[in-house]
């Protein structure tokens, strides 16, 4: 396989699919975990947070802290794993895309280039996902 220099990111706040494309068009793919959980807040009896527990709100502020820390390092290992990238194109549901090319924005140093970030289904599968990433970068969609 040649050099890497595109790479098709979809995420969520939980995990992130790195597609990585060479020139010749072969495609690899690395999964990172994120520690974000969404448990453990202390909530009603509808499910909402419990704003009547005498340490609700300290209770809450913690998991809210937690979860930014959580989220935090979840991007810096992202973001390193992004270095050798030259273009990149990010897709997912939710907020977590943003969240990341704010990220990879606040880098002087980053280099490579966001050529997109669009919104995709939570379902989408891999074969989709990596479907995408080739249409993208303009690479032969190869089929099974």
Known sequence: MGQKPFVGVWLDHRQAFLFWLDDSADLSVTTLESEYQEEGEPTDSRGKPDATSSSGGVAHASVEHRRKEQLKHYYKKLH????????????????????????????????????GVENADKKITRPQMAAWVRREFEMPVQTP
């Open 80 to 115: 390193k794993s992004l270095r050798p990238a030259e273009r990149i194109f990010i897709f997912g549901p939710g907020q977590a895309k943003k969240e990341l090319v704010s990220v990879l924005e606040k880098d002087k140093g980053h280099r490579a280039e966001i050529i």
